[in-house]
């Protein structure tokens, strides 16, 4: 399951208010989103920031099952 996805949801955030939250395009976070662009160490931070936790508490585990 996708966790930032699931985070955006739990939040009632759109993909356009999340994007408008990072100041990037709506297209570039759905790329995120949905694994399209690799996630940069400091968009996980600011995407963290936005849900007030982590970048670990959401994405360490979708990488940590990749191994």
Request: with cysteine.
């Amino acid at each position: 399951m996708n966790e930032l996805r699931n985070m955006r949801e739990k939040h009632n955030f759109t993909c356009k208010e999340m994007a408008d939250k990072l100041k990037i395009s709506k297209p570039f976070y759905w790329q995120i989103e949905n694994k399209k662009r690799r996630l940069s160490y400091s968009m996980a931070v600011q995407i963290a920031e936005v849900f007030k936790t982590t970048p670990d508490k959401i994405f360490y585990t979708e990488y940590k099952n990749k191994d």
